[in-house]
């Protein structure tokens, strides 16, 4: 499984559509939609991408595209598997949201990897078990 971040959901989907193809995290998520890959998005993220869009409209038709993901549903587990990483991250002198830490703890706890272009989860990463999505750009 492939959980995806809000960096790469906003990538795809909330830039113009003649930009959003150039990126080339955008061209590694539809090759892994294509390839019937397991992809799934955490409540957290799905929140925060659709919080940016600013009409109606616009929300509409992103949560619709969104729709076709699974969503992954923060349990009692996974705040506190994401409080575990925030402690142990902030005593290596790593900095980590709370908001983070959650999407990191979504992936951990099902053994996938996190597709991100977000620098603070590559800090966090060797301080738990976050796997990250290698990718050739």
Do not use: Y
């Amino acid at each position: 499984m492939i959980v995806l971040d809000t960096s790469v959901l906003s990538l795809a989907f909330r830039r113009p559509r003649h930009r959003a193809p150039l990126f080339p995290e955008v061209q590694q998520l539809g090759v892994l939609i294509k390839a019937d890959a397991i992809v799934a998005v955490p409540g957290i993220v799905l929140q925060e991408v659709l919080s940016g869009v600013k009409t109606r409209e616009g929300f509409t038709k992103l949560e619709d595209l969104l729709g076709g993901f699974p969503l992954l549903l923060a349990t009692r587990d996974h705040h506190v598997v994401a409080a575990e990483i925030r402690t142990t991250c902030r005593a290596a002198g790593v900095a980590a949201s709370g908001i983070d830490c959650l999407i990191a703890a979504h992936a951990i706890s099902n053994d996938a990897e996190l597709f991100t272009t977000d620098d603070d989860f590559r800090k966090m990463a060797p301080h738990c078990r976050l796997a990250l999505h290698k990718w050739k750009a």
